[in-house]
């Protein structure tokens, strides 16, 4: 069983990934497969250079590019939570894959997202709502090699809220993980 997650940035992607891995599924990201090429470029892994790499790796590979590197690592037995599905070809790697796979959209507002981000304190994290809003509006709709949240986000399977007590998240995750079985 894979459950693949998609969502805004600062939505609590992560934040679901850590509750399904306290869950047995093990983890994986998509954005892995664009870190290791980051890393053997010996570039700094900022955001900026992440979404071009990502772009370019989409462009040589294919718009499913990422989902093949990363389904490549996963036994055909195990449970596993995928994180980071920004474009619709990575969802269709995943969905012909012949496992069971899940994809689920983690969604915030807007207000409650740039908080968060402001909290993590990411390098390349903007530190202005416009700056936020101006790096998001990049990410929702793009070319077939770019991020494309929105037309990713409208291939899950199920929505699950973060806006409230991490508790709320945690219920929308465990009415997944029963109906998935």
């Known amino acids: 069983m ?3 997650l998609t969502g805004r940035n600062a939505a609590g992607k992560g934040t679901a990934a850590e509750y399904l891995v306290e869950h047995g599924f093990q983890y994986h990201s998509l954005s892995d497969a664009i870190r290791d090429v980051v890393a053997a470029r010996g570039q700094e892994p ?3 250079v992440m979404i071009a790499v990502g772009r370019e790796l989409r462009e040589t590979g294919g718009p499913g590019a990422l ?3 990363i389904l490549a690592k996963l036994s055909a037995d195990g449970k ?3 994180d980071s599905f920004r474009n ?7 969905r012909s894959c012949g496992r069971r796979f899940v994809l689920l ?5 807007e207000l409650i997202r740039f908080e968060r981000l402001r909290a993590r ?9 416009s700056a936020f809003r101006d790096h ?28 409230n007590d991490i508790s709320v998240l945690r219920a929308g995750l465990d009415i997944i993980i029963q109906t998935v079985r």
């Open 2 to 4: 894979i459950i693949g």
């Open 46 to 48: 900022t955001r900026d």
């Open 67 to 69: 989902a093949k590197q």
């Open 80 to 82: 596993y939570v995928v």
């Open 88 to 94: 619709p070809g990575e969802v269709d790697i995943f």
């Open 105 to 109: 959209e983690i969604c915030a507002d």
């Open 121 to 129: 304190g990411r390098v390349g994290d903007a530190s202005e709502l």
């Open 136 to 163: 998001e509006k990049a990410e929702l709709t793009g070319n077939a090699v770019g991020q494309q949240l929105l037309a990713t986000a409208a291939l899950a399977d199920a929505q699950v809220e973060n806006n």
